[in-house]
């Protein structure tokens, strides 16, 4: 079967910096999708990965490694606002996106 | 501005009724989606379409239904066969679906049981 690990929650320190892990088993690999979902709220687009390496955005980085099966979300300076879920999907050989449960990143002052 | 409009907020059904989800776009995007959201779990695939009177069952079709009469336009019917349909709903869109775009989604509709 398809799977999509991302730890369930985190905690980090306003200001810090913090890494969220996306392991994945998919039948392909077609890119791999990082969204912000607030509480009640839509999930919105950060990034996108297709080839292995880094991609920077801001304070925002994302990470991929296609022959681990593995990628994920730096985030720099962290901000209050930063506090939300974060959801790894991957899109397979169907281009379907298959989704992770996401993480749920509580930042602290 | 552009954006993917779902209504209602929230809504509520009773049993043995059909409610139905509305999802309009006016980004001009091809393919459009619904997902739905369960605590804990990932977003799961109901229905996808890719182009206007075309559609396809996701991973969790039964007891839903779609339409797509317009590029603008994707509604999902909730049916009394649907046992379980508290959930958050997502609709979704993008401009095809093999390539870097990103989906779009709106701000979800919440359904409960009454």
């Known amino acids: 079967g398809q799977n999509i690990d991302q730890p369930t929650e985190m905690t980090a320190t306003e200001g810090a910096i913090v890494q969220i892990n996306c392991t994945y088993q998919t039948s392909g690999f077609n890119g791999l999708f990082w969204y912000q979902q607030h509480a009640g709220e839509a999930p919105t687009f950060l990034s996108y990965?297709?080839l292995d390496g880094l991609e920077e955005k801001g304070r925002f980085s994302s990470f991929l490694s296609r022959s681990k099966g593995y990628s994920y979300l730096l985030l720099k300076e962290l901000q209050m606002k930063d506090s939300a879920s974060y959801l790894c999907a991957v899109r397979d050989s169907n281009y379907q996106l298959i989704w992770g449960a996401g993480t749920k990143l509580i930042i602290k002052p | 501005d552009g954006g993917i409009t779902q209504s209602p907020k929230y809504l509520f059904r009773k049993e043995g009724q059909n409610v139905t989800l509305s999802c309009e776009q006016n980004l001009n995007h091809d393919a459009m989606y619904w997902y739905r959201q369960d605590p804990g779990q990932g977003l799961r695939l109901i229905y996808y379409s890719q182009i206007v009177n075309d559609f396809q069952k996701g991973d969790i079709a039964e007891g839903y239904s779609v339409s797509r009469e317009k590029k603008e336009s994707f509604p999902l019917t909730v049916t009394s066969a649907q046992k379980n349909p508290t959930a958050f709903y997502l609709c979704?869109?993008?401009?095809?679906?093999?390539?870097?775009?990103?989906?779009?989604f709106g701000d979800g509709t919440r359904l409960s049981i009454l």
């Open positions: 990965n297709v």
């Open positions: 979704a869109s993008s401009i095809g679906g093999t390539g870097s775009e990103p989906q779009h």
